[in-house]
């Protein structure tokens, strides 16, 4: 096997080119692509509106719960197309997406988010309790809250709670959209933090999407910067970080950590 070719069969996630539009009418992104290998941390990099978001939508599917259709090119997972799969479709595929904005059942306890996270592969009660035992290792700020209603946790229990509950569907890919919006500093570092080890010790594949320059390149293997709908600059992690005109590039980012 070639070099090439052992590289086209280590993607788990291939985006190539993909166009999307908005109600028939509006450019939400006009060329993105990139590609995730297995067991690589991707981060998408870009200002408020330059089209992360939407990019994370259309490779979950749930661009077309906003009216929104990929008119152009293709996302591949494994080697094989998945548009117009439906959500739930792709995530018995292994793929799970964490939208931005912390969504969690508010009136559930922490546990019983924990436990829906589960519903999907059907285990029985003592495989649950011993998934759910794992989260909590991960994630130890939610043992601690585990009979709290959801709603009544800090941001950055909430954001672990989110991740927690989609690890809990087994995923081989997940999508990570903002997961340091609107957090403390010390909060940030550990999410990140928490998502290195997941990476490292099960193998889990990550594509963030994240404004944060600084702490996304300090975890990610590569990333690409998005401005205006396309990908402007692409490389690992330590290429982008060593390059001086980042921040000119990529303007209008906050630079913290």
Do not use: C
Not at 7 to 36: A, C, N, P, R, T
Not at 77 to 101: D, Q, R, T, W, Y
Not at 188 to 195: A, K, L, P
Request: net charge neutral.
């Amino acid at each position: 096997m070639s070099a090439e070719e052992k590289i086209i069969s280590s993607e788990i996630l291939s985006v190539e080119g993909i166009e999307v539009i908005y109600d028939e009418s509006i450019l939400g992104v006009s060329d993105i692509s990139l590609k995730v290998l297995k067991g690589e941390i991707v981060a998408i990099l870009g200002a408020n509106g330059a089209g992360k978001s939407t990019t994370m939508k259309a490779i979950s599917g749930i661009a077309v719960t906003e009216r929104a259709r990929v008119s152009k090119g293709d996302i591949k997972f494994k080697g094989n197309s998945v548009l117009n799969i439906a959500p739930h479709k792709l995530a018995h595929k292994n793929i799970v997406h964490v939208l931005e904005g912390r969504r969690v059942f508010e009136h559930l306890t922490v546990e019983e988010n924990l436990k829906s996270g589960t519903f999907l592969h059907r285990p029985t009660r003592a495989q649950m309790n011993s998934e759910i035992d794992q989260i909590y290792h991960w994630f130890p700020r939610l043992k601690d809250k585990r009979k709290t209603l959801a709603g009544l946790t800090s941001g950055g229990e909430q954001q672990m709670l989110a991740i927690g509950r989609a690890l809990l569907t087994k995923p081989e890919l997940v999508l990570l959209d903002e997961p340091s919006m609107g957090l403390a500093p010390i909060l940030m570092q550990e999410i990140f933090s928490i998502i290195s080890q997941l990476n490292k010790e099960n193998d889990v594949s990550f594509l963030v999407a994240e404004q944060n320059i600084h702490l996304s390149l300090r975890h990610a293997h590569r990333a690409y910067l998005i401005e205006s709908g396309k990908v402007a600059l692409s490389g690992t992690a330590k290429e982008l970080s060593a390059r001086e005109d980042l921040h000119q590039i990529y303007l209008g980012v906050e630079e913290v950590l």
